[in-house]
């Protein structure tokens, strides 16, 4: 997320008392679109949606301008040809089955939420978004560290050490016991790398400097997960 140092020009249009101070509609929609990776009832798209459409709204009306500035930016150009592909492919192959249509929905709104978010943070000052980032995502985390010792727990610790092979690995995730996250080892590892990026990089962005608790916190999290896709992208990074 960038932070830029210019004046916020973002009016409030709903404040909740929640994250650190007040929120308006489309800082408190981001921040709920970050949950609702994580909930076990798929609605994240229909959240996605909503909240690019509140982005793009939010920040044409404080500048009308912004979207022709915005739309230069090259990035889009190659995202535009990866979805052109994706979708050429996906006609090619698609032969009626359910899953695929909903995978290729899920890509289009993806698409948009991306472009529709990048545009808003690089319009306005996000410096007290960053904040209320900062404390979703460490619930978020506290939550899926729950999510983990829950699974470990019902597996009496015998996978806390690792294991021998990534099946039994996978073996961990029991759907029965799944309320938070994914139910799957390697989308679960890669979405903990993804996000634990973002929360190890806000104190250099906020205050330029390393936390390095939150570094050991978001290991502890990919080697409780017993993927390691999480471990292996921090580690590179």
């Known amino acids: 997320m960038e932070y830029t140092s210019r004046p916020n020009q973002n009016k409030s249009i709903l404040s909740a008392a929640i994250l650190g101070g007040p929120l308006n509609l489309s800082e408190a929609f981001f921040c709920i679109s970050l949950c609702s990776m994580f909930l076990p009832i798929k609605v994240y798209p229909a959240v996605y949606l909503l909240s690019a459409i509140l982005f793009i709204a939010d920040s044409v009306m404080n500048n009308p301008s912004s979207l022709k500035v915005f739309s230069k930016n090259i990035w889009l150009l190659f995202l535009a040809i990866f979805t052109l592909y994706a979708t050429l492919s996906f006609f090619i192959h698609y032969k009626g089955e359910v899953y695929l249509a909903s995978s290729f929905l899920k890509l289009l709104i993806n698409f948009i939420f991306l472009t529709a978010s990048t545009f808003w943070l690089s319009n306005r000052d996000n410096q007290h978004l960053l904040r209320a980032l900062d404390m979703t995502l460490l619930f978020i985390f506290l939550l899926c560290l729950c999510q983990l010792l829950y699974y470990h727990e019902a597996f009496h610790f015998h996978l806390i050490y690792g294991s021998e092979s990534s099946g039994k690995a996978s073996t961990l995730y029991n759907k ?9 080892k390697n989308m679960f590892g890669a979405r903990l790398a993804l996000m634990g990026f973002a929360y190890i990089l806000i104190p250099i962005v906020r205050f330029n400097q390393l936390a390095w608790w939150r570094i050991i ?3 502890l999290l ?4 017993l993927s390691r896709t999480p471990v292996v992208a921090l580690i590179m990074g």
């Open 222 to 225: 990919g080697y409780l997960s």
């Open 217 to 219: 916190f978001i290991f």
């Open 176 to 184: 029965a016991l799944y309320f938070w996250g994914l139910d799957d």
